[in-house]
């Protein structure tokens, strides 16, 4: 009979020594609703920032980037990927085909060096975000006026169940100008 008892005395001793890393483990806070919309939005623009100028990437190099955007975001560059290959399928030889060229996440042919997010404007399941893009001119010595060009686009996101993906790009802030019109547009002209 003493057997059970010491085995059932040793399962008591380890819960109460684990107890506290459990309790530990519960009290740790989730990130909260204007960090996870950060995030989403440095997300994407990690990828942007590691693929500068690069047109419409292809579903396989955006791979990555898609954990940050909306369902519908994702949709409609695929839309624009099947357009690209039909819009250089019916080229005519030696014409270039009608393409999305330049960086489509910051408005800018050669991309982006870096980006400041702002702090999020959350309103329910939509937030929208600030952020300071900056491309520098190497052509130009440092100090020069030209050297560094900074603008600032705007940011929109989504909230899908309990994440927080990018729905959208507002280009230099301007409400028309933006990423889904830029596809839309690309897609329709086919």
């Given at each position: 009979?003493?057997?059970?008892?010491r085995?059932?005395?040793?399962?008591?001793?380890?819960?109460?020594?684990?107890?506290?890393?459990?309790?530990?483990?519960?009290?740790?806070?989730?990130?909260?609703?204007?960090?996870?919309?950060?995030?989403?939005?440095?997300?994407?623009?990690?990828?942007?920032?590691?693929?500068?100028?690069?047109?419409?990437?292809?579903?396989?190099?955006?791979?990555?980037?898609e954990?940050?955007?909306?369902?519908?975001?994702?949709?409609?560059?695929?839309?624009?990927?099947?357009?690209?290959?039909v819009?250089?399928?019916?080229?005519?030889?030696?014409e270039?085909?009608?393409?999305?060229?330049?960086?489509?996440?910051?408005?800018?042919?050669?991309?982006?060096?870096?980006?400041?997010?702002?702090?999020?404007?959350?309103?329910g399941?939509?937030?929208?975000?600030?952020?300071?893009?900056i491309?520098?001119?190497?052509?130009?010595?440092?100090?020069?006026?030209?050297?560094?060009?900074?603008?600032?686009?705007?940011?929109?996101?989504?909230?899908?169940?309990?994440?927080?993906?990018v729905?959208?790009?507002?280009?230099?802030?301007?409400?028309?100008?933006?990423?889904?019109?830029?596809?839309?547009?690309?897609?329709?002209?086919?």
């Amino acid at each position: 009979m003493r057997t059970p008892i010491r085995v059932l005395g040793g399962l008591l001793v380890a819960a109460a020594c684990l107890w506290p890393l459990h309790d530990a483990a519960s009290l740790t806070p989730l990130p909260s609703e204007s960090e996870q919309v950060r995030n989403a939005a440095a997300g994407m623009y990690r990828w942007a920032l590691a693929h500068p100028g690069g047109g419409l990437a292809t579903k396989a190099e955006r791979r990555d980037l898609e954990m940050f955007l909306t369902p519908e975001l994702i949709a409609q560059l695929d839309r624009a990927e099947a357009a690209a290959a039909v819009y250089a399928a019916q080229a005519v030889e030696d014409e270039k085909p009608r393409m999305l060229e330049g960086d489509l996440w910051v408005d800018a042919v050669e991309g982006a060096h870096e980006v400041a997010l702002a702090e999020p404007k959350i309103d329910g399941d939509r937030a929208r975000i600030e952020v300071t893009v900056i491309h520098i001119d190497e052509r130009y010595s440092k100090a020069h006026r030209n050297r560094a060009i900074v603008w600032i686009d705007g940011v929109e996101l989504q909230r899908v169940g309990f994440r927080w993906f990018v729905s959208d790009v507002r280009y230099r802030s301007d409400p028309a100008r933006r990423l889904s019109t830029l596809l839309h547009e690309f897609v329709e002209t086919e």
